[in-house]
């Protein structure tokens, strides 16, 4: 069972809904991206790291303006500075690396410490003004002086002008050199010392665009062979490409698909088969992909139907008209596994998040809300009533709120600590201590 550890809270704008969250390689570092263009970079308390039991607690490490709106004068296009996607470098010295991405321009970030500065400078005074050197009589030796310590996060390399679309995902490669970038069309490699060339790997775009039938949802490097990448599509299908076999990635590998039940087609079955995040598993021998409806596991061994299927909120089937009028039916859900794989998390309407466990079948519907979760209570299983007679606990589907989503959750590497964004609103949970 969760409980609930803090939430951090920015004021009610637009520009403040939070719209991707993603934790380090040692999950000692939480990083949040916004609409507005910010970065918010929480650390793992020390205190709570090294407690007995160990603590999931985090505060505010660094915050930046990674993006800013743009204009392209040649589309008389605005192009909007919310944060897409944020994926961290695996840490090779003291500072730590992260790339984030708006709909056009991939930034790669280096976010370091300093807690010495120098004093005693030759050439200029210490507020930074040059001297007249007609001034200087004497050589001074600089000094290193202890400073309070001072988090600075500077932009390394800027990969711009390589997309026609706007980008949904990027990927880091298990080689730590190159990673990629996909928009609704292609996929990009890049290298990450080199920002004026990409090479393009997938390209789906048709010769005529009326004979457009699918866009590219979502794409991921695989976890340990650095040739192998998934990308998931806007018709339910995911490809898995080998870079070894060709440049060009058109020809897939492998083609994971479900065959649709007919008993269950209806005017909306293209709309919800869509998959809108496919996450390879640590291990590298699974993956699971979201639809509108449900999570499933794949094995990538087996190509023909899922392992397993865990419907998310299957009672909204019925409420698929007036989710469709509302747009709601476009949500772009994200999913995210635990650091064993031996579970799965996903968001859905009202503040409420599913974590599925593969090893009993069981599931947990949670709510993330302020108002009901004050620091380390138990959350308490929350379950919709479809119809007739409905319990105390339970809450009609009636009377779910469709603007309170989660579509951003994120799972420490080795911890049962997760995160939750909920709108403006960051919620860290982790297992009954």
């Known amino acids: ?25 040692d999950g000692d570092l939480l990083a949040t991206g916004d609409k507005g263009g910010r970065v918010v970079i929480f650390q793992r308390d020390p205190i709570s ?35 897409n996607k944020i994926r961290w470098l695996k840490r090779k010295n003291p500072a730590h690396f992260l790339l984030s991405t708006n709909d056009k321009t991939i930034k790669l970030w280096k976010v370091s410490e300093r807690d010495k500065r120098v004093e005693g400078y030759n050439t200029k005074e210490e507020n930074g003004t040059i001297r007249d050197p007609a001034c200087i009589t004497s050589l001074r030796v600089p000094t290193i002086k202890p400073m309070e310590l001072m988090v600075e996060a ?6 711009a002008n390589a997309h026609t679309y706007h980008i949904n995902s990027i990927s880091v490669n298990s080689d730590q050199e190159t990673y990629l970038s996909a928009d609704d069309l292609r ?14 790997i997938v390209d789906i775009k048709p010769t005529n665009m009326e004979e457009l039938t699918e866009v590219i949802t979502a794409a991921e490097f695989h ?26 990635c058109d020809q897939h590998s492998k083609l994971f698909e479900e065959p649709e039940d007919p008993t269950n087609r209806s005017f909306f079955s293209e709309i919800i088969s869509s998959i809108s995040d496919v996450k390879l598993s640590n291990s590298g021998r699974y993956m699971i992909s979201r639809d509108y409806l449900s999570v499933k596991v794949w094995d990538l061994q087996m190509e023909t139907k899922p392992i397993e299927c865990y419907p998310v909120h299957e009672y909204l089937r019925s409420k698929l008209c007036s989710l469709y009028e509302n747009d709601c039916i476009f949500d772009k859900f994200e999913c995210c596994w635990s650091g064993n794989d031996s579970a799965i998390m996903t968001g859905s309407y009202n503040n409420f998040f599913r974590v599925f466990d593969r090893t009993t079948k069981r599931d947990l519907t949670l709510e993330a809300a302020r ?12 379950k919709v009533c479809t119809g007739g007679k409905r319990k105390k606990d339970e809450i009609s589907v009636d009377c779910l709120d469709f603007n309170k989503k989660i579509l951003h959750t994120a799972w420490h590497p080795s911890e049962n600590v997760v995160a939750v964004a909920a709108t403006n609103n960051l919620f860290l949970f982790q297992d009954k201590l």
Not at 54 to 76: C, M
Request: include cysteine.
């Open 1 to 25: 069972m969760l409980s609930y550890q803090l939430a951090f809270t920015k004021p009610k704008k637009t520009a403040d809904i939070i719209s991707c969250v993603e934790f380090n390689h």
């Open 49 to 83: 790291k090294n407690s007995i039991p160990r603590r999931g607690e985090y505060n505010v490490y660094s915050t930046f303006q990674s993006h800013e709106p743009e204009f392209d004068y040649l589309k008389s296009l605005e192009i909007e500075e919310k944060i």
């Open 154 to 159: 500077s932009p390394r390399r800027i990969f």
């Open 187 to 200: 996929i990009n490699l890049w290298h990450l010392e080199i920002t004026d060339q990409s090479f393009n």
């Open 223 to 248: 976890p340990a062979e650095c040739n192998v990448l998934v990308y998931s599509s806007s018709k339910g299908t995911i490809r898995l490409c080998d870079m070894r076999s060709a440049a060009l």
């Open 371 to 382: 108002d009901i979760a004050k620091p380390k209570t138990l959350l308490k299983p929350r």
